[in-house]
């Protein structure tokens, strides 16, 4: 009997043609043309939603709640083995963790794309889309949440990373490394996560900023934030979550004011922690009401705290696991 798995396109470089200029449309070709490439009609029950054809950085957190509602919807069918999702690769790793954190279902979410258009040389649209949809299938696939399957890897959204522009080994994560990977078509996986956390979707989402910590950093993002009345900022210090003493200034006042500061590192390895002890070091920030981010990622921190504070949870010690 065939396995079941719904595909979800959204646009991107998966899914472009080239204009008359030679330069890459977005989002151009439909579920059909592109499952067309990957000869696996006979091999899987495949349900085909195009959802969006949209470039990746056009994503809005409209589209995420109803990318959301459409997968949840589509989990009601016990038939369903897993979702599979095509998206631009400028903001996949932030979709896919989204879903991670809204979704809590023991079948695999696959996001993934492509570097190349389906018409360039060497174009990955075969690879990684095929890859996806076996991965979605197998049974050993249950209960790794939401994954990004490319060039051959299997990452979770947690740690993912885009960390080429243009390679089409455009994904990893760095330190910490995949779930498994798919070799002829067997789908192996030697390691799942061991936490799981979700969150309802709401309509509104509070606004949160991020804003990176360097050398001579003064405070004119983080007091024009003060000003624009944002809900979070996440700091991205330097190394165990250092900033300048201008910036911390204005933390302090944020902090004060009620706005939720989360510390995360620039660094692609380790985390935040409390290991200094001066004006402007993470414990210093601790001491102010600063949230330890751990090792989160900027990106992955905003999602989080985003929803945490549209869902009034204030758990944020969470940050540090």
Same mark, same amino acid.
């Given at each position: 009997?065939? @396995?079941? +798995?719904?595909? =979800? ?6 899914? &472009? ?6 330069? *890459? /449309? ?51 069918? @016990?038939? +369903?083995?897993? =979702? ?6 400028? &903001? ?6 989204? *879903? /991670? ?51 051959? @890897? ?11 522009? &243009? ?155």
């Amino acid at each position: 009997m065939k @396995k079941k +798995v719904a595909l =979800i396109t959204t646009g991107g470089t998966i899914a &472009s043609t080239r204009n008359d200029k030679n330069k *890459l /449309e977005s989002g151009k070709l439909d579920g059909n043309a592109i499952l067309a490439m990957c000869q696996l009609e006979n091999e899987i029950d495949i349900e085909l939603i195009d959802l969006f054809q949209i470039p990746s950085m056009h994503m809005t957190f409209e589209n995420l709640n109803h990318l959301n509602e459409t997968i949840q919807k589509l989990f009601q069918d @016990k038939t +369903v083995s897993g =979702i599979v999702i095509t998206h631009g690769t400028d &903001s996949l790793e932030e979709t896919a963790y989204f *879903l /991670e954190l809204t979704i809590d279902d023991e079948r695999p979410i696959i996001v993934t794309g492509s570097q190349k258009a389906p018409g360039d040389i060497g174009t990955d649209v075969y690879s990684n889309l095929r890859n996806s949809l076996l991965v979605a299938t197998s049974d050993e696939a249950k209960n790794i949440g939401t994954c990004v399957v490319f060039n051959e @890897k299997i990452i979770h959204s947690k740690y993912v990373k885009k960390v080429h522009s &243009s390679s089409i080994n455009g994904f990893g994560a760095i330190g910490y490394g995949m779930l498994g990977f798919i070799d002829n078509d067997e789908v192996i996986i030697y390691q799942k996560p061991t936490h799981k956390e979700a969150y309802t979707i709401q309509e509104n989402y509070p606004k949160v900023e991020i804003v990176l910590a360097y050398l001579g950093a003064s405070s004119i993002m983080l007091d024009a934030l003060y000003n624009a009345e944002v809900e979070g900022i996440v700091l991205v210090g330097a190394g165990r979550g250092q900033i300048t003493p201008d910036m911390t200034s204005a933390i302090e006042k944020l902090c004060q004011k009620g706005t939720k500061v989360v510390l995360t590192t620039s660094t692609e390895e380790g985390r935040v922690f409390p290991t200094y002890d001066y004006y402007s070091s993470a414990n210093n920030l601790k001491d102010k009401g600063v949230v330890m981010g751990g090792d989160f990622d900027p990106k992955k921190a905003r999602l989080k705290l985003l929803l945490m504070l549209a869902n009034g949870n204030s758990n944020f010690d969470s940050f540090m696991h």
